[in-house]
């Protein structure tokens, strides 16, 4: 073996705050087919060189450290992940790494009719699909170049694919989709998915477009008194209608952080390791290999702040946006 000395995986690691850091989010692209408003600039974003974001062989390092420091659950996002090249043998490497247990995607869910099964094939174990309005029209001021036909395609495909659990996320836009919340429940009673709402976080060059248009999670509960809590998933608080074959999440960043038990980090597609969200802080894992990569992402995840101040009507320190983030 020459110099290289064997690194045993933790089980997870804690930070400063003790809370126990074992997810890391990773985007593999800031491009997308769509332009959600809440997202991306209405121009989209210029294609990068090939060399400034990670390559296959940097992903697999990454992940390969990562998981050493503790990390077990990864979660594939961009940008819109299925458009990145090579995305069926990221998912593959992802999932072939030691200490890795669980293989989720964020997708917008357009190209899924295309890669469903090779997805799930090369380790995918869980979707989350993005699906802020099941009204045409809506769907395409949302997106502004998406059809809707084509994201439920993808949600029907992912469905029959036979994922371990298919979630929708739907971003809460005031004066946009808040009167769909009744109709986006409903996706429940007639199917075993997860319908998720979001509360929409001023991040990036969308912020200023934000503002105003905020709506609490808890507004969902206004609308159907009839939900009944099933509990805790992650982030989610869990309902569930009275016949309802699925279950309904409320994802509140804003109105109540889960800062106190956050569990993850995030790596850029350009390979900068974000402690925080909503932080400027980032620190670059590119060139680094081994023993130096994992010490880096040890640091980084000491380096994470206690809480971001969202709820004290601050607009994110993120010097990005969402898309290049992955959320
Ligand atoms: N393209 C994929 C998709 O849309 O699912 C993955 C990337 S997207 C950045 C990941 C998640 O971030 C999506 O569920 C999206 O709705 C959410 N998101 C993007 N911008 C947001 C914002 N300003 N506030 C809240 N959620 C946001
Ligand atoms: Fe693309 Fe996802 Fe951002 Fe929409 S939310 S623009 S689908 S990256």
Redesign the pocket.
Known sequence: MGAAHVRSIILSMRDNFQREIYYLRL?VTDL?N?R?I??MPEGGVEKRSHSDIMSVDEIAEVVRAAAICGISKVRV?????LVRNGIVDICRVISGTPGIRELCM????ILLPKFAMEIKSAGVQRL???L?SIDPDTYRKITRIGTLANALDGVRVALETGFDSVKI???LIGGVNDGEIASLLELTRRYNVNVRF???????E?ADW?EGRFISADHVLEIAPELRDAGIDGVARLYRLPDGLGTVGLIS?ISSHFCPTCNRIRVSADGMLKPCLHSADEINLRGLKGAELEDAIRSAILRKPQKHRLDAGEVSASLRN??A???
């Open positions: 985007s997308c769509l959600c809440y997202c996002t961009g940008g819109e992940p964020t997708t917008n869910g989350n699909i993005s802020d996320n739907a971003v979001i509360e929409v976080m001023p991040i990036g969308c934000a960043p969402m898309n983030i992955g959320g």
